[in-house]
């Protein structure tokens, strides 16, 4: 009976103290049925969920962000103008698929670049990629050397293009990562969010072809192919199936003054769900639930004394941070349980001091990861000594190796200076001594 006792007291110790080390501000994370996944605050690139997000995956046609935002800069360089027609030539469509989207452009149908973007962004109209491709380039390994270009130079580190559309090819692959880093770019172009976010759109009637009716293929923002999946206050971006790549997505939504980014790629499009969807909505819940902007603290807060050299008025300034400083923390996180640090810039800072001067930062850490960082500012003026600073002066220049190696020489060339004065400078004067006294003894000879 009194094991008994033992036992169960020894077991309920320990769930208690399970307890107490696990932290009250975790947040449960959602399950996910994609392969990978990311969510991201826009603001300050916070990593919110993530699953394999630097595992290679196939973007299938999310591949058209990239070919829009291409265009888009030719236009802005003034290559290509938005009302310019471009004719489809009859090599554009030599990598195609039967069963692949389209807008049913033909060889030397005509059609402005506006018209265009709008059919690769809402329609996913792969031929479309191709023809903005030799637009832009001349030609589409032209412009896929152009993408992988601007790949690098967004930081898609595990990213390789080799089409314009994303059909599949083994050769063509990126990750969930390096497709924020594009959204990322893709947000901050304007003329970009405004076709992405087009519900509906008419292309006119074109040489070759009656008016075209648009309708976007993200269900996060329209109803009209898929019913059950908008999401208030998504904004884009692009939606990508093929059979290797699964059901893929790339959003944001905005809610209040933050915007999140949301990645899924390799989602199952079996079932009744179209998971990408539901995954999305599910993630975005979580990023705007659990999560908010909190101040963890004020520019008025003292922070510590630092001390200080060189001045009589006082030994120490008092710091604070430079600006309040906001975070993006668990909902219930107590920010002051934040860990803090504080680096100096010196351990002991020198008079003169201004006040406002910058003498250190502080960095804050939750969960072993850095959440913020603020200049550590001087509270008030310090003045300085003239004879403690002179002084300083000084020995700061009698330190210096070059100065000190200069000194040893001057001290050596002394040295061997008064040994030749003590020693060889004595031992002539006593030569010519004695030759004088032996003239005068010859003179003297002689007198006699």
Same mark, same amino acid.
Not at 333 to 348: G, P, Y
Not at 361 to 375: I, K, N, W
């Given at each position: ?12 110790t320990g769930l208690l103290c399970s307890l107490l080390v696990t932290p009250a501000w975790a947040v449960e994370e959602p ?278 050299? +060189?001045? $009589?008025? =006082? ?9 309040? *400083?906001?975070? %993006?923390?668990?909902? /219930? #996180? ?24 910058? +003498?250190? $930062?502080? =960095? ?9 960082? *603020?200049?550590? %500012?001087?509270?008030? /003026? #310090? ?66």
């Amino acid at each position: 009976m009194k094991i008994r006792r033992i036992l169960s007291v020894f077991f309920l110790t320990g769930l208690l103290c399970s307890l107490l080390v696990t932290p009250a501000w975790a947040v449960e994370e959602p399950t996910v049925n994609a392969k990978a996944a990311l969510l991201v605050d826009v603001e300050g690139d916070n990593i919110l969920f993530e699953k394999n997000a630097h595992q290679q995956m196939y973007p299938a046609s999310i591949t058209k962000v990239m070919t829009a935002l291409l265009t888009l800069e030719a236009v802005e360089q003034g290559k290509l103008q938005m009302d310019q027609m471009i004719t489809a030539s009859a090599t554009v469509f030599f990598d195609m698929e039967a069963d692949g989207s389209t807008a049913g452009i033909v060889t030397g149908e005509s059609m402005s670049v506006q018209d265009l973007l709008h059919c690769l962004l809402l329609e996913s109209a792969n031929e479309v990629g191709n023809i903005l491709a030799e637009a832009v380039s001349g030609s589409v390994s032209a412009f896929v050397q152009l993408m992988n270009q601007k790949a690098a130079e967004l930081g898609m580190e595990d990213t390789h293009f080799a089409n314009t559309h994303g059909l599949h090819n083994p050769q063509h692959y990126t990750t969930a990562w390096d497709l924020y880093l594009l959204a990322r770019e893709a947000i901050g172009n304007e003329a970009f969010m405004t076709i992405c976010n087009t519900i509906a759109y008419t292309v006119p009637a074109t040489n070759k072809s009656e008016e075209r009716e648009l309708h976007t293929t993200n269900s996060l923002i329209s109803n009209w192919r898929i019913l059950g999946y908008l999401y208030d206050g998504a904004e884009g971006i692009k939606t990508g199936t093929t059979e290797q790549a699964g059901n893929c997505l790339l959003s944001s939504a905005v809610r209040g003054s933050r915007r999140l980014v949301c990645v899924v790629l390799g989602c199952d499009g079996e079932g009744t769900e179209i998971q990408s969807f539901t995954d999305t909505a599910t993630l975005y819940d979580y990023g705007f639930d659990n999560f908010s902007v909190q101040t963890i603290i004020t520019a008025d807060e003292m922070i510590q004394e630092v001390p200080v050299d +060189l001045s $009589t008025q =006082t030994n120490y300034v008092v710091v604070h941070p430079a600006e309040d *400083v906001q975070a %993006l923390l668990p909902n /219930d #996180v107590d920010v002051s349980q934040l860990e803090r640090k504080v680096e100096l810039t010196r351990d002991v800072a020198l008079a003169p001091i201004a006040a406002g001067d910058q +003498l250190g $930062t502080l =960095t804050f850490l939750y969960d072993g990861e850095v959440c913020a960082t *603020v200049p550590l %500012l001087a509270q008030f /003026d #310090v003045s300085a000594s003239r004879f403690l600073t002179a002084k300083y002066q000084i020995e700061q220049f009698l330190s210096k190796t070059v100065v000190q190696i200069v000194l040893v020489i001057l001290v050596l060339a002394a040295v061997l200076v008064w040994v030749w004065w003590k020693f060889f400078r004595r031992n002539r004067r006593y030569g010519r001594s004695s030759g004088r006294r032996h003239g005068r003894r010859a003179y003297r000879g002689r007198r006699r």
